[in-house]
């Protein structure tokens, strides 16, 4: 494993390699409020399978730049992920892309040309409309919540964080998964890159989706309660040749609450052809 720090326009990024340099290159993408780390089982996985595995925390997450006044909106990272490929001399890697990581890869595809060889979509943020109800209070009123004693912050992190599971996170894990956002810094990165979710940056692109021209599964979790899985019925049925699979048992954090089936469903789909 290999632990490196890139300067991005939006600032400095946090990325790790797994497994042969000479492996076929895999890439991984988190969402949001989250980190690579809900890749922390599927990375070495697929590494042990001979597979060159990368993950990143985008700007403004996990292990990554947070800083006043940055950019973390989809547009920019979808934008960071591209340059990011450049910069990996990655050409036509395969990418695998959960909830907001979702959008990132397929704006970076559609729109900044970035060429893969198939594309996985776990649970994505792809199609309106998206957002709970507890997002869009929170995006409204961003600085209010800025501004909460940092023990309830953490309190109400923790119960969003571990509301997106169906099993129910080990208590280290979501320690992991919230840590990121339990300083003062990243309290207010954690409202930052809420305020700026913004629906557009997914109608920029949906009416593009029958353009694909890549092999795409979309796999999801048949308890996901944050985005309906009647969602990834919808966006197969508009990519053409997209199959659908259903993982039970898992909700939105499938990587984390099934990560022995949807690994088996990765390998099945990377190795075809």
């Not at 790790?16 to 949001?32: I, S």
Request: proline content about 7%.
């Amino acid at each position: 494993m290999d632990v490196v720090t890139t300067a991005t326009a939006s600032g400095d990024v946090r990325w790790d390699r797994f497994g042969d340099a000479d492996g076929e290159a895999v890439v991984l993408l988190h969402g949001t409020p989250f980190s690579s780390y809900v890749w922390h089982e599927i990375a070495p996985a697929l590494a042990a399978e001979g597979f060159q595995v990368f993950v990143w925390d985008m700007p403004g997450y996990g292990a990554s730049a947070k800083y006043a006044g940055q950019d973390v909106s989809l547009a920019t990272q979808g934008e960071v992920f591209a340059e990011l490929l450049a910069h990996w001399g990655q050409a036509e890697p395969s990418v695998v892309a959960h909830d907001f990581g979702g959008c990132v890869s397929l704006r970076a595809h559609l729109l900044h040309k970035a060429s893969y060889r198939r594309l996985a979509l776990v649970d994505p943020v792809a199609l309106a409309p998206w957002g709970s109800p507890f997002f869009r209070l929170v995006r409204e009123n961003a600085q209010v919540f800025e501004q909460l004693p940092g023990a309830l912050h953490g309190a109400l992190v923790r119960e969003y964080v571990g509301s997106a599971s169906h099993q129910g996170l080990r208590p280290g894990t979501l320690d992991a998964l919230v840590a990121p956002w339990t300083d003062e810094t990243g309290q207010t990165a954690f409202y930052r890159q809420i305020a700026q979710a913004d629906q557009r940056y997914t109608d920029d692109i949906q009416p593009l989706y029958p353009t694909l021209r890549l092999p795409v599964t979309v796999c999801w979790g048949a308890e996901d309660t944050w985005i309906p899985p009647a969602k990834g019925v919808e966006l197969a049925s508009l990519v053409p040749g997209a199959q659908l699979r259903s993982i039970p048992g898992a909700g939105h954090l499938v990587p984390l609450d099934a990560p022995a089936l949807l690994l088996g469903a990765l390998l099945a789909f990377l190795r075809e052809g």
